[in-house]
């Protein structure tokens, strides 16, 4: 059973750009969170979509934003890049949401450089 | 606001020990508690979940432990080997997965 898969695997952006990065979960799963990794500030969640709909928000401005597909795979959109953005872009899947047995399974993520 | 500690930041052991990393939390009110490995510029592995109404969870030569009243879960590492270096992060479920800061582990030949 194949893995979540993300690309593209390294971007480089100049500020100012915009840029999407793409998630698709393992099969069957149906819920797609984002997290952003960064040394100063670890791990941060930034939204998960289930059914194609946004269910959850982490605190991040309006130029990160998300969607989903009927077949499940994600996209995030991060518009008017800044310098802090710089990252690395982690997709999760898991099967369900809320507060059953749900494992998250994450991605090999996007390392995103912002020149 | 739930906060989550990892300690201790960083490990460095001879192959062969055993060794416990330790997760604390600040609210009990969680669903599950998941460990990963990250090693260097990649992704998270799956380690280990245990569901709130579980006390323990093994895997191979891991075992997690979990005591939601105390706000703690430990991570269990028995006869480490060289492969076993890598950042180990435990995460508590709420409506999110909420992430230490991790420990950096080396085990050294």
């Known amino acids: 059973k194949a893995g979540v898969t993300q690309t593209p695997r390294y971007l480089i952006k100049t500020r100012g750009q915009q840029v999407t990065l793409s998630c698709s979960p393992i099969s069957g799963h149906r819920s797609v969170s984002w997290y952003q990794q960064t040394p100063g500030q670890g791990l941060q969640f930034l939204f998960e979509?289930?059914?194609?709909?946004?269910?959850n928000k982490g605190n991040f401005p309006g130029r990160f934003s998300g969607r989903q597909f009927s077949n499940s795979r994600s996209e995030m959109n991060v518009s008017t890049l800044e310098l802090g953005d710089s990252a690395l872009y982690l997709c999760?899947?898991?099967?369900?949401?809320?507060?059953?047995?749900?494992?998250?399974?994450f991605g090999p993520g996007t390392r995103l450089t912002v020149l | 606001k739930q906060e989550v500690t990892q300690i201790p930041a960083a490990l460095s052991v001879p192959e062969g020990e055993n060794l416990v990393l330790n997760c604390s939390f600040t609210d009990s009110a969680i669903y599950n508690l998941q460990w990963f490995r990250q090693d260097p510029g990649k992704g998270l592995t799956s380690l280990l979940l245990?569901?709130?109404?579980?006390r323990e969870q093994t895997s191979g030569r891991l075992n997690a432990s979990l005591d939601k009243s105390s706000g703690r879960s430990t991570l269990y590492i028995a006869a480490s080997q060289p492969g076993d270096s890598a950042t180990y992060l435990c995460a508590v479920h709420t409506d999110k997965l909420i992430f230490g800061t991790g420990t950096r582990l080396q085990v050294f030949p």
């Open positions: 979509y289930f059914s194609e709909t946004q269910r």
């Open positions: 245990i569901q709130s109404s579980q």
């Open positions: 999760a899947s898991s099967r369900l949401r809320g507060a059953t047995y749900n494992e998250q399974f």
